[in-house]
Every structure is written in structure tokens, then in C-alpha cells.
């Protein structure tokens, strides 16, 4: 593996956003951040709208819930609903990193509150008042892509991105373990991959993640105390024509060595299962869009795309599942 630069804020899309409802300052945070994403397909968000002391609150109840033993976190694997929880070591990939998944649109944490861990019954509230949060700030940034992109109506992917949409929208809070030896040789902390929806935030409490740059190298994204990595995924670069990127990202051992903890919070938004991805611009693209081993088509629902990844990992029983856990667990 060649060398990964240390993150560079040089060169890496930090935008402040602390006017991103003013109609006056819109239209110019909406051309940066597009920018952003049409070149690195990531940036940071700094003076966002949500509060700080929500984010540590979140994170601070995550450090709670992964430093209790397993016998209180393994019986309540990921569900199809994608709630639940997923150990160190235990997905398909043996990726060195633990998740908490709390899927599905408002509501459901406490209509499937049997699918979480005994922690989390006292703290529904606070994660899906965390998720709404979130939520409100994706909008904001799809409003400003539709800006930027001169589409007639700013709404175009906002009104596609309903909180209440039963698949698309899920937090996941990350757990990167600490050891005294390293687990597997070769082995990695998250492997490299591209989201598969549209937007996703990242809280990260330490630095440790890996970018595709621009130029085709792997540079560790910056780390800056309240601040938010916005990434993008498959379905959204589809859609826009390729104006905007799903960029691969991955967690390996070189960054973020055994010997290190992490912890992260990952925000993922999905347009409604109905919508339709036809790529706008319609120019006719010879070259096939691939993602993770699939071929995104013309024409394809963002609920049929979620279908086929899951049945392309875990085969055709498996036709209801959600889409976030397939990809990323
Ligand atoms: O741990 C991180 O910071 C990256 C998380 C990520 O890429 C994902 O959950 O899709
Ligand atoms: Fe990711």
C-alpha cells in the first residue's frame, strides 16, 4: 500500500454554512458546495445548524453503550429494519469496528424498540431527535445541489427525501476498537466502498478516515472539532448525471492502527423507494455506472437498486431488507 498523506485543509473543501437559509447567501454556498461534491465528493460543513451538544450527547452515549460488555449488545444482531447491533469482527468482511444501527423513519425505534439493546430503551427520543436534526440539514443541502444545478425547482431532490420514507434513512454509530495485538493479518477497519444513497454526514471524534482525491490518491480527510464530512452516494451521482461523486472511502489499519479506538456517527439519507433514477442532463453515457460490483440502469427505482444489492450479497431470499445495512455492515 503506498503512503497516505496527512490531511491536507489546504486543499480539502471545508464551507461554512452558517447562512445556508438566507435566500442572499444561498445561491454562493450552494455553487461551493456542489463544487465540493462535483470534485472530491466530499467536504466539511463548519458553523452547521446542529447544536454541538446534541453531537456529544449522541457520541457520548455511544462511548456508554460499546464499553458494556457483549453479552449486553450480541443479542440484539442488525435486523432487517436495520436496528441493532453488529460486533467487532463479525460482518461479512471481518472488519475490526462495531456498529449501533437505528433504522427506518420516525417512530419506529419505539414501535421495534424489541429490536435494541436494553441501553437504548431510555434514549429513544434523544437518537431520533438527533436523526431529525440531521435530516433538516440533508434537505438544506439538496436544495442547494437543485440550486446550483439550475434545475427549475429547488425542491426537485428535497421533496424525493421524505423523513417518514420507511428504507432510506438510518444512523449508525461507529465503534473502532482499541487492542494490544493486532487481530488478522491483512485484515481491514472499513473496507473500501461508496455509499449507496444520496447524502451522508459524518461525526468524527477522531481522525482515521481515507478519501480517493481527485487525483486518484488516498489522503486522510481532516478532523476539525464541530464540524460535519459530507459524502454522497451511488444513487445521488446517478441521478445528477455524474455531476456529483460518490467518492470511495475506507478505514485501514495504516491510519488507524490496533492499538487506536475511534469512534464516528454516520448520518444516511435515501431518496423515497418509488423514485425514479433517470440521470438528468440525458445526456446518453456510454460508459456503465458501477458501484460496488453492480451496474446502476436508466430508468432503475432507488427501492428496486436497494433490492438487487441486497440480494447481490445475501441472494434472492432476501427481498425486503433495507439497503444501508447490505452495503455498508
Ligand atoms: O468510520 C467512518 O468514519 C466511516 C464510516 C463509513 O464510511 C460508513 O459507515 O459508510
Ligand atoms: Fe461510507
Redo the contacts with the bound molecule.
Sequence with gaps: MGSISEPSNASFPIIDVSQISSPEHQPQIARQITEACSTWGFLLLKNHPIPTSSVNHVFDLGHQFFSLPSSKKDPYPITPRSIGYIGPLADAKKDD?A?MWFGGPPGSLDQYGLDLPPFWHDHVEEIQDFKHKCHSLVLHLLVCFALAMELPDKDFFASKHLEDNSRGNAL?L?H?PSRDTSPREGGT??GT?T?SGSV?L?F?RSA??EVKSPSGSWVQTPCLEDTI?V?LGDALAFWSGRKLRATP???TFETLPSGKE?Q?M?Y?CAANPETVLEPLGGEEESVAYEANGMVIERGITVGEYGKRIMESIYGSKMKEENTKKA??V
Design positions: 469496528k456498529s449508525r461507529l473502532y477497519r472499513m466502498h455509499d451522508t459524518l468524527q482515521g478516515l464530512l459524502n472511502h475506507r478505514v475511534r464516528s454516520a444516511f452495503i455498508e
